[in-house]
């Protein structure tokens, strides 16, 4: 137990999530995180989805590695990832429906995701399946966090609400307070996500 | 003026290092520079260019060439707040003046408040000298707004352009895009319902401290443009051109006017501010294509309708002219201002969702601006280079 959460496999565990995140540091996965973060529930079910899938795709490929002819290792690797989404996103059919359809193709697009690729390429081919487990695990939740993190804003200013709920009471809106329409288009959204990157890099200067 | 001088001088050891007041030294240094010219000289060793003229008084000029399009701006938003109430027998010319200056200053206040806020702010804590490039802005700003924008949209609009236009490029004269019109396009996106042409933004109905009129029920007035794009482009009467030279339509505050803007276009010529070729080549730009949409049948707007409606011509003379964000090589300049008037002509015509296309023609071009100087540089150095092999 005590080599499980070995203090190596804590860092590949948290580096994802702070100093190494894939979004912010890595500048990874930017497409979807411009696309679905409009709203909170997408961006948390995207969130959860890619986590999902980086952690088993890892862990798979890191089960047969040793087995995968160099040459074709992208191919076999796209398999993997791509019967993985396929899994996930017939789920998402299936128990969250509405969801699925606000996230329209962009399920789909997981398998392009570049995080997923990257770590594929990068931690899973050279490690075990434990560390590759949580190696994906902490990209996934590390992509998740800034998903998040976008979504709350974008939601919060754009439309007044989180995960549906109204959060910007009537009287603001009876004074004058109105949504901001530009925080629904993806522009802002890479506005915003500059903007994290600005705050991360500005907390983090000096530990580099 | 030597009171002033004296008094500055006796206070200015409480903001020097060590000082008690210390964190306002940006906020003195600013002041201080604005009203004196600076003592300081340039340090032995450097290369500097000198002129007695420096980029505050520069800045100066402008404002005092927006000076017309403004006070002006203010009387048409009194003409226009007594014809909505049909009361234009009763104002007076002051009454209308006056009603307007108080609609237009809190905007003005709060650009200013909020614009240099910022860089105050930005400057001490870099420890950098204020950049004065804001002055300007900041009157631009309350100018190309319609008259019933709330502040705390403007407050915010601002914020966002000093910060994600300017302050983050590395201030003045290092921004890509004009920070004024980055503050409209940021309320025109964020917030449409407020900027656009087809509702009651565009005249104040409501009277202020007791002047002006609160017209009895709702009232719609389009600026022209947005009217003739809700008709298909129609074409406009002799009477709405003549208003709109004169200036007595609906619009942003400052825009109105062709004379106006005419005026302080002179005064920018004259002192060798702005450059003649950006904005003539604009107008020419335009006017090309405006002709050719015309002659296509895809408008009925005549050629030289477009100058004097909406705000192409303010953003001829103030926001293209932009020497900051402009193309900086002389042959690029023609090439710049062309597009700009070309881009702007095929927004008004080709694209039925926006009737103005002036900000995001500027904005696009701003962009473009780098590229134009670098192939007009490069044509240069292999042109030179041919002539000296051939030889």
Same mark, same amino acid.
């Given at each position: 137990m005590g080599k499980l959460f070995s203090k190596e496999n804590c860092e590949v565990f948290s580096n994802p999530l702070? /100093?190494?995140? =894939?979004?912010? !540091? @890595? !500048? /990874?996965?930017?497409c979807s995180a411009l696309a679905v973060?409009? @709203?909170l529930e997408p961006a948390i079910v995207m969130g959860l989805s890619v986590t999902v899938i980086t952690a088993f795709s890892n862990v798979i490929i890191s089960l047969i590695r040793k087995s995968i002819p160099n040459r074709i290792r992208i191919i076999v690797q796209l398999v993997v990832v791509a019967a993985l989404v396929t899994i996930v996103s017939q789920i998402l059919k299936a128990f969250a429906y509405d969801v699925s359809v606000q996230l329209s193709v962009y399920v789909g697009l997981i398998i392009t995701n570049c995080i997923l690729m990257g770590r594929l390429e990068a931690f899973a081919m050279m490690n075990g399946p434990w560390e590759s487990f949580l190696d994906g695990i902490g990209n996934g939740l590390g992509y998740a966090l800034i998903l998040v993190i976008v979504g709350f804003v974008r939601e919060l200013l754009?439309?007044?609400? /989180?995960l549906g709920f @109204?959060? !910007? =009471?009537d009287f603001c809106y009876e004074n004058g307070y109105m949504n901001n329409?530009?925080?629904?288009? =993806?522009a802002m959204s890479l506005i915003i996500v500059g903007c994290v990157i600005w705050a991360h890099r500005s907390i983090n200067k000096e530990e580099k | 003026m030597k009171a002033l001088r004296n008094y500055l001088d006796k206070i200015k050891p409480n903001f020097?290092?060590?000082?008690?007041?210390h964190a306002f030294q940006s906020l003195f240094d600013g002041l201080e520079t604005f009203a004196f010219v600076p003592r300081t000289t340039s340090r032995v060793g450097s290369v500097n260019i000198h002129d007695a003229v420096d980029s505050k008084r520069l800045i100066s000029f402008v404002i005092i060439a927006l000076l017309p399009a403004l006070l002006f701006g203010m009387y048409n938003v009194g003409y226009q707040n007594a014809l909505a109430a049909g009361q234009l027998e009763q104002a007076t010319f002051w009454g209308m003046f006056w009603y307007g200056f108080l609609a237009v200053l809190p905007k003005i206040i709060v650009s200013y408040v909020v614009g240099l806020g910022i860089e105050f702010t930005v400057a001490q804590w870099k420890h950098e000298e204020i950049q004065e490039g804001f002055l300007a802005s900041g009157i631009l700003i309350p100018m190309i707004v319609?008259?019933?924008?709330p502040l705390w949209m403007l407050a915010i609009a601002v914020a966002f352009s000093v910060i994600l236009a300017k302050e983050i490029f590395g201030g003045t004269g290092m921004n890509i895009f004009n920070p004024a019109l980055v503050t409209r396009a940021f309320l025109f996106f964020s917030y449409p319902s407020v900027m656009t042409?087809?509702?009651? $933004?565009? $005249? *104040?109905q409501q009277s202020i401290l007791g002047l002006g009129f609160t017209a009895p029920e709702a009232y719609t007035a389009a600026t022209p443009l947005g009217q003739a794009a809700a008709d298909g482009f129609a074409g406009f009467d002799c009477q709405t051109i003549q208003n709109a030279i004169i200036g007595l339509?609906?619009?942003s505050i400052g825009e109105t006017s062709v004379i106006a803007i005419g005026l302080g276009a002179l005064l920018l010529l004259w002192t060798g501010v702005a450059s003649w070729k950006i904005m003539c080549s604009v107008f020419v730009g335009g006017g090309l294509m405006g002709y050719l949409m015309q002659v296509l049948g895809?408008?009925?707007?005549?050629?030289?309708h477009h100058f004097v409606l909406g705000g192409f011509a303010f953003g001829a003379v103030f926001m293209a002219t932009d020497p900051v964000t402009a193309a900086r090589t002389e042959t690029g300049k023609y090439f710049y201002g062309l597009l700009i008037g070309i881009v702007a002509v095929m927004v008004r015509v080709m *694209?039925?969702?926006?009737?103005?296309?002036m900000m995001l023609a500027i904005l696009l071009m701003n962009l473009f601006a780098p590229l134009i100087d670098y192939c007009v540089v490069e044509r240069n150095i292999s042109m030179r280079a041919k002539r000296a092999i051939k030889k």
């Open positions: 702070n /100093l190494n995140n =894939p979004i912010a !540091v @890595q !500048v /990874l996965g930017i973060t409009s @709203q754009g439309f007044g609400t /989180l @109204q959060i !910007v =009471p329409g530009m925080m629904t288009m =993806p | 020097e290092e060590g000082g008690k007041l319609p008259v019933t924008t042409g087809d509702s009651t $933004v565009w $005249v *104040n339509i609906p619009g895809l408008t009925q707007i005549e050629w030289w *694209n039925p969702g926006y009737p103005e296309g």
